[in-house]
């Protein structure tokens, strides 16, 4: 079993809080400058109110049908109003999706070529993403080129529309989370040549590391929701 009663999802969001609290430290820096997405594809409605019930307010989802029809069921759960879960679409965006999405999330971090920001720009609704980047040059992931982030950016300014608040990227899986520390190192690096403050990047596997080289994202999922049967 997975372990989705409240009192479990309470627990190991106190756990992952205490973790990134203690990152912080290592890293001189403030929890509060810590964003933590409970990242919640394939996990039920009941399952994300009770991680909202926890504390946590930011929800990462990868499929665009998947939140649209999950949306409005936790929102009915949580009874919250204006202090209901704020949805990120966190995997990467399918141009014939981008329309859906624009209106649906508070902020896109799976954005990587010049249609896919051409497709938003038309969707009527002002919308911030983040440019997803292959740091490590990935053969079996998505994400642009360091090397087109210059003109990735260059294009999105032409749309008043389209806010880009910073970078994403989705490090190697690696036993040893020292071994990717130098790709959220490269993120952030390119992140600031850019002076773009958001830096989506560490997931349950590495997101210490990632805060220590300067995440002020990260998508945690098995930490908070446990491992799934």
């Known amino acids: 079993m997975s372990g989705h009663s409240d ?14 609290a203690a990152a ?56 919250a109003g204006l202090d209901g879960p704020r949805w990120h679409l966190i995997g990467h965006l399918q141009r014939n999706k981008a329309k859906a999405a624009a209106g649906a999330f508070v902020i896109l971090h799976g954005v990587d070529s010049a249609r896919l920001v051409d497709t938003l720009a038309g969707s009527g ?18 994400g642009a080129s360091p090397e087109e982030l210059d003109a990735l950016i260059a294009h999105a300014a032409r749309y008043p529309t389209i806010s880009v608040e910073g970078l994403m990227t989705v490090a190697p899986l690696a036993t040893d989370p020292e071994d990717v520390r130098p790709v959220f190192r490269a993120l952030r690096l390119l992140a600031e040549a850019h002076n773009l403050s958001t830096l989506s990047m560490g997931m349950t596997n590495d997101f210490e590391v990632a805060i220590e080289e300067g995440a002020t994202h990260v998508r945690v999922g098995r930490a908070i929701f446990g491992v799934r049967a």
């Open 7 to 20: 009192s479990g999802i309470k627990a190991r969001v106190r756990t992952v809080r205490e973790r990134i």
């Open 24 to 79: 912080c430290e290592r890293a001189g820096r403030d929890p509060a400058g810590v964003t933590l997405i409970a990242a919640s594809k394939t996990q039920g409605p009941g399952a994300v109110a009770a991680a909202w019930r926890a504390g946590i307010r930011d929800f990462g989802e990868n499929r665009v049908q998947e939140a649209l029809a999950k949306m409005p069921l936790v929102e009915a759960l949580t009874g």
């Open 125 to 142: 609704h002002a919308t911030r993403i983040l440019f997803e980047v292959n740091v490590a040059g990935e053969a079996t992931k998505h």
